[in-house]
């Protein structure tokens, strides 16, 4: 006690400002379950394990820590599994995960020597008390940023409710018998609330639903308001009323007198259909995939270093998938594990290593790498339960990586190619002062664009990548014989394909080769300004590569627009060798006899080159639906690529707060700050300042612009002849042969990228590994025609 109170000076009561950390060691996955407990750093409230607090007290003379220890208390074996009602988890009414039930313990401890005092007790000083009960009563940092809770959100009252318009066509609605006014649909069925039409829902992206009818209603009619048949009964506010101008489930205050005025008694009527919400939850409880998962395969689960799972924080499969490759790669190996201690990593991080990039990737590294918690959990019953591991929660590490972003900080499903290439740009970032140890590095490479205007004359633009993105020619398919029998099968006896056993449809099979051809071959390019001509004529681009990475990443492009431009998935099989061949690939350069176009593009073509919409782009949004004005805006944040494209960015920014202010065209001043971020990519000032003018000031847009107007860049990456070429040496990049074996898969299965599950099929030590998340087991059956991303390591000779 002598010695605790010679140390009050270092203890410290928490003020509501600071971050507390109490459920997970800031060095490692510990928690007050694992074996030492945990202990609370009672100066900076930062959480250490046993292993490691050892090295604070080093770092920090901190001397006096509150230990926490849980340990498992005895429950029922025959407690029931409760069913949710809920859409959530760890709340009343969600998901019971029928976890263990945990007992805390505490105690004061004193380093270096470990002296433990108990607490609660009243000898002990009260400053001690004051700050150990404001810690215990404070809501730890780790749970404040990953909220473990996660709830549908509550339905509103629609803006429509009191203002719909009910026709007087005598229409009454009986209680039951319902069936589609325009197909034989007799399940999820809709009435309108202005005209009493029963029409069937919309089809779900696997095909299941109904055929739309109830939305192109309301895209005919503008009639707002519909209410799922089958969800009313007594308890109104329970019942599915959908806004279609809101496009989101509401609440309908007036809904009795709706519902009156079609005869309908909801005080009598039962519950025979699942709402929205209940449908979302369903699907939740029984996600399954068979093919991607190895659903329905004994899965044999491996353990040990390099076998660890990461547990979903919430729509966090994307981070997991594509983490489990990184630290399957030698560069990220050595970067953050096998040539950096975590003592190493805390020694060089700031005050509180919870914000620092290289000691919580460090962290992960050890974390997954290292088989200290890849380990099976010990079972009640081990003759009849699955062996399984609990994973650890990259929590620190998705704070770290998603500060500042506002998508990826949030819970929502991600991109996994957007997450891969914004952790490269941050890796990247975090060792600047270092580049020969960053691991990003290993997988750029150059990229060589030649363009060949119609008078002979040549400019090559370069750049840097990390990402192959590949379209996928569906007519090169290898099974164009199959597919039209088929599809005739189909015809003659009127089937569509949600009405097929999976067994009998027969879906695309696309050779890698193929996509990699189409990448290379030659492409046209319209309204191309040439310096040589004075004018715009039509050019021919080629790519290539001037450099091949150490790994070799391919994206596959499987969002398209469908015949009535509907953003859809392309159902297609990509057969994907174990080794391909990319030397053809590689970008020569200029070759003798080409002559360079003119550099100087005339400044009146500058300045007119004002941001303008692809009318042909807008006028295919506006058929479906879309705000004029919103349309124009897409296909100019996009750069007029293409329908798809555009449509994605409505998706993404329909609750932009400018989304409905003037498109602006000013191109006079630009911002400083923003030509200080273009010359820092590597381009000249001038073209700079005109890049931004020709887009409005926005930066991605101007970069897109330098790009696609080559003839205007001045800058070392652009308009270059072979001679004055930096060689892939001399840039940093790495190269080598074309040679490449496949070692990675990430798998997609839902109708977005911003939805749905991601899954990562891994070849370690000569066999197939799937990370679905905190399983990893052995895979039978890899999905390497299935993939999203795949992941090719270089052959050395």
Known sequence: MELLRSNLSRVQIPEPTHRIYKHECCLSFDTPRSE???????????????????????????????????TPKSVPEDRPLKKPTLLAIGVDGGFDNNETEYEESYSIVILPDFVSLPFPSVELPEKVRIAVDTVLSAVGAERREQVAAWTAEEKKASEHALTVQQLKSGVVIPPSGWKCAKCDKKENLWLNLTDGMILCGRKNWDGTGGNNHAVEHYKETSYP????????????????????????????????????????DFSSMQKTEMTTAERELDQNTNFDWNRIQESGKELVPVFGPGYTGLVNLGNSCYLAATMQILFSTHSFISRYFSHQSLKLAFEMAPADPTLDLNMQLTKLGHGLLSGKYSIPVTEKDAATAEARQEGIPPRMFKSVVAAGHGEFSSMRQQDALDFFLHLLDKV?????????????????????????????????NKRDDCILSLNIPLQEAT???????????????????????????????????ACLATFASPEQIHDYYSTALKGKTTAIKTTGLTSFP????????????????VPKKLDVYIDVPDVIDISHMRSKGLQPGEELLPDAVPEEVMETAQPVANEEIVAQL?????????????????????????????????????ID??????????DQSSVDTLISFGFAEEVARKALKASGGDIEKATDWIFNNPNASVSDMDVSSSSSAQTPAQTGLPDGGGRYKLFGIVSHMGTSTHCGHYVAHILKEGRWVIFNDSKVGISTDPPKDMGYLYFFQRLEN
């Not at 750093?41 to 006096?64: C, I, Q, R």
């Not at 569509?496 to 080769?513: H, K, W, Y």
């Not at 202010?661 to 630009?670: F, K």
């Open 36 to 70: 030492g407990g945990l202990f609370v750093d009672m100066n900076s409230f930062l959480a250490f394990g046993k292993d490691y607090v050892a090295w604070n007290h080093e770092k920090t003379g901190n001397p006096v820590y509150l230990h926490i220890k849980d």
């Open 225 to 264: 308001l519909a209410v799922k048949l089958g969800t009313i009964t007594a308890d109104l506010e329970a019942a599915d009323v959908y806004s279609y101008p809101e496009d989101d489930s509401v609440l309908d205050p007036l809904l009795a007198q709706h519902l009156a005025h079609f005869g309908i």
């Open 428 to 460: 990247e970032r975090g060792n600047n002062t270092r580049p020969d140890l960053d691991p990003s590095r290993s997988f750029k490479f150059g990229v060589e664009e030649k363009i060949l205007c119609s008078s002979g004359k040549v400019s090559y």
């Open 479 to 513: 099974n164009k014989d199959e597919l039209e029998a088929i599809n005739n099968q189909k015809a003659g006896k009127g089937l569509e394909e949600n009405n097929m056993s999976t067994d009998d449809i027969v879906r695309p099979r696309v050779p890698l080769e």
């Open 550 to 565: 150490d790994y070799l990443v391919l994206h596959m492009r499987k969002f398209v627009m469908d015949a009535g431009w």
């Open 622 to 658: 506006v058929s479906m639906g879309f705000n004029q004005l919103h349309c124009q805006k897409a296909a100019i944040n996009t750069s007029n690529v293409g329908v798809e494209e555009a449509t994605n960015w409505l998706f993404s920014h329909m609750d932009d707060p400018d």
């Open 661 to 670: 202010a003037p498109i602006s065209h000013q191109a006079s001043d630009v």
